[in-house]
């Protein structure tokens, strides 16, 4: 895999500046009355969105107003998340772990959200049923999505004190290209992005791109700039449960099948998971399998690239249909991925690079609901053109105060990779580039032995995931922050936070200790 782009060009153009884009695509007439004769255009809203970027470094929905807000909803799929709470609830963020959506004030609070949609929803289809409207309902955190179309059913939801928040979920992927001259059903190939090119990398040189080592596996060149051969004499991240939330596993590669436990990895197990809706626990991108081989490949005998924390226990979720998190589905796989990290107790560690533009309340609440459980979280930087990638700092969810923003370097170590994102809100950096030649990190392959390579924040996320396993499980009885503390002391900035690089570089062996 040459590349693995959160923010891809693409994207970025036709969400903030609608390139040859169709005007009136764009222009969404509404024949209903009681709405307004038409709707912002989808130029205005990318514009605003983009404003509000430049100007604050991230974009939540309740930054628009109604007309913007709706008019993204009803030019999107009119899916709108809601998220609900008792009028007299406090301090959701420190407690939404142990909720009990299934006592009385939950339920009365949640019923009262639906009544009030349905109060002004019926106003236009009298026979309308509290089904057509409740698409889905989380059974662990207050939040429901719904079909709505009316003004007026947003301005009421905007305004109950018993709604925490109101959100177009589906805008994100109308912007990329999923509606197409006006027409639904029309996929852009935008909705594939990061996929489909995690095959084997020809010409890889030993001794430049790999070391061949014991029992008879490849070390990625990379390896030696965070000291993890070294680590390894000490740990191999055995006893630690780590998730990856993306894109899946391959069915076809063996090495995270029959062939997990081979050479020097023994005694550990991995789970394959979906929480993408009507999905399988199968990669069909590529992506996922990039970010496992990184992590948790095994250190076999078959000539494939050993990861990280090639002892760790591994757990994968097929959680989004590609890099870019666009569509409700994709909302509702990553969101239930966190909450199922959440409720395994064994589950210590979290990998996800993936990310979007565009703050996800919900998603917020799920990965609030992991970090109350004492999950360790990863999340990646961004990755996109140099372009953008200055224009654009950290993107959601590395933005949030509960996940560490990892991003990527290059082997001079001063330079980010030439797609990453650097910013305040990054933690740690991974070198996964070479300033020389632009070659990157191997990893495991779709199918067969021979390595991959992956680049970006992507596979710095996975590294850095991989990195504190190998930490964790040294030692084993710490609590979370201990694990962070000793891999900040363990960084190459450590005495001096970088603005744009955080702790930078974790040397593995100084933060295993001895």
Not at 15 to 22: G, I
Not at 103 to 117: D, G, Y
């Amino acid at each position: 895999m040459k590349t693995s782009n959160l923010l891809m060009t693409g994207v970025m153009c036709l969400a903030l500046f609608s390139c040859r884009k169709n005007e009136n695509a764009q222009t969404g007439t509404i024949s209903n009355e009681k709405n307004p004769v038409a709707a912002v255009p989808r130029s205005e809203i990318n514009r605003f969105i983009r404003e509000k970027l430049a100007d604050s470094g991230y974009f939540k929905w309740e930054m628009a107003g109604n007309d913007i807000a709706w008019s993204a909803l009803v030019q999107g799929d009119s899916i709108l998340s809601v998220g609900y709470q008792p009028a007299d609830f406090n301090d959701l963020s420190h407690n939404i772990h142990a909720i009990d959506l299934n006592s009385t004030n939950w339920r009365e609070a949640k019923q009262q959200v639906i009544n009030l949609i349905l109060e002004n929803e019926r106003k236009d289809n009298p026979a309308l049923t509290e089904r057509e409207v409740v698409l889905l309902s989380h059974t662990r955190l207050p939040s429901i999505n719904v079909k709505v179309s009316r003004m007026a059913t947003l301005k009421s939801l905007r305004n109950a004190k018993l709604v925490r928040y109101a959100e177009p979920i589906g805008y994100g992927a109308y912007m990329a290209g999923k509606v197409a001259d006006g027409k639904a059903g029309v996929e852009s190939t935008l909705l594939n992005f990061g996929c489909g090119s995690n095959t084997a990398e020809p010409g890889l040189v030993a001794g430049a791109d790999y070391t061949n080592i014991t029992p008879g596996t490849k070390q990625s060149w990379n390896y030696a700039y965070h000291n993890i051969p070294q680590a390894w004499t000490k740990s191999t991240g055995s006893g630690v449960k780590v998730m990856i939330i993306d894109t899946g596993v391959s069915a076809d590669q063996p090495n995270f099948g029959s062939l997990f436990n081979q050479g020097s990895s023994s005694g550990r197990t991995i789970q394959k998971l979906v929480t993408y809706p009507g999905g399988t626990p199968d990669d069909l991108c590529g992506h996922g399998t990039s970010m496992a081989g990184a992590l948790a490949a095994p250190r076999g005998t078959s000539g494939s690239a050993a990861g990280i924390a090639y002892n760790s226990n591994l757990v994968t979720v097929h959680a989004a249909e590609n890099v870019v998190i666009l569509s409700p589905e994709t909302v509702t796989g990553v969101t239930n991925a966190y909450v199922l990290a959440g409720d395994d107790p064994d589950v210590k560690i979290i990998s996800m690079s993936l990310g979007t533009i565009i703050d996800v309340s919900v998603i917020i609440d799920a990965i609030r609901y992991a970090y109350n459980k004492q999950k360790l979280i990863f999340c990646a930087a961004g990755t996109s053109n140099s372009f953008f990638g200055s224009f654009i700092g950290v993107i959601f969810p590395a933005n949030q105060p509960e996940v560490y923003a990892v991003t990527g370097m290059k082997d001079n170590l001063t330079d980010r990779c030439g797609n990453c994102h650097v910013g305040s809100k990054v933690a740690f950096t991974v070198v996964m580039e070479k300033a020389s030649n632009g070659h990157l990190a191997l990893s495991t392959a779709m199918t067969g032995n021979d390595p991959s390579t992956v680049g970006g924040s992507s596979v710095a996320t996975a590294s850095c995931a991989g990195i504190a396993a190998l930490v964790w499980s040294k030692y084993p009885s710490y609590p979370k922050d201990s694990i962070v503390a000793r891999m900040i002391r363990a960084a190459s900035l450590s005495q001096h936070k970088s603005s744009q690089f955080g702790w930078g570089n974790v040397d593995a062996s100084l933060a295993v200790g001895q």
